[in-house]
């Protein structure tokens, strides 16, 4: 399967590169959306990821992490008929995060760009038909669990790892490959879960 990856506010290209190496060896295609996520605004981001689906060969599953997850939500919106396979949100604020609303009522919230200011309120997910993935860290100190979960998610997993830190962990990477497979299901094995124990 196709799998694009689109990272979120600020964050490096390399963050993706131990799950997209995991899904690779896993038996998916891998590549990752490179948007400048400190300059321009939600719409032309969401736009430029929007194009970049449509270019691809057949459906595409989409994994995006924290802001990248409201440019799929805008992208959608903007255009609600994109051949996507499968849509998955890495802990993102879907409707705000309370550390962005700080960022917002600070001293520095002038500095804040239009993309940084869009995380304390989210935006309005929109409807699609591909089934939709939740992914929440239950060590997260930038969203929440309650701000990374997504009524009507097609499924759930919830992991003991920070916000970035979900994306460097192999079980993150082997339950995502069965929800790319199934569009149902993120369950672990029994090893993994074992391991997320300390068993």
């Given at each position: 399967m196709q799998v694009l990856l689109v990272h979120g506010f600020l964050a490096p290209r390399a963050l993706f590169w131990p799950l997209a190496g995991r899904l690779r060896r896993l038996g998916h295609r891998t590549d990752v959306f490179v948007y400048p996520s400190h300059?321009?605004?939600?719409d032309t981001h969401a736009e430029a990821l929007a194009a970049r689906v449509r270019e691809a060969e057949g459906?595409?599953?989409?994994?995006?992490h924290s802001l990248g997850g409201l440019v799929l939500h805008r992208a959608v919106a903007l255009d609600p008929t994109?051949?996507?396979s499968r849509r998955v949100f890495i802990a993102t604020p879907h409707r705000g995060c309370r550390v962005g609303r700080r960022a917002r009522r600070s001293a520095l919230a002038r500095l804040l760009p239009a993309t940084g200011k869009v995380t304390a309120y989210g935006c309005e997910p929109a409807p699609h038909a591909a089934p939709v993935g939740?992914?929440?860290g239950t060590r997260d100190l930038l969203v929440r669990p309650d701000e990374a979960d997504l009524p009507g998610a097609t499924a759930r997993l919830t992991l003991p790892f920070g916000h970035n830190e979900l994306l460097v962990r192999p079980q993150l990477a082997h339950a995502m490959a069965r929800f790319?497979?199934?569009?149902?299901?993120?369950?672990?094995?029994d090893a993994l879960a074992t391991s997320l124990r300390g068993d």
């Open positions: 300059r321009e605004d939600l459906p595409t599953a989409v994994v995006a994109l051949p996507l939740v992914v929440i790319l497979r199934t569009g149902a299901t993120f369950d672990l094995d």
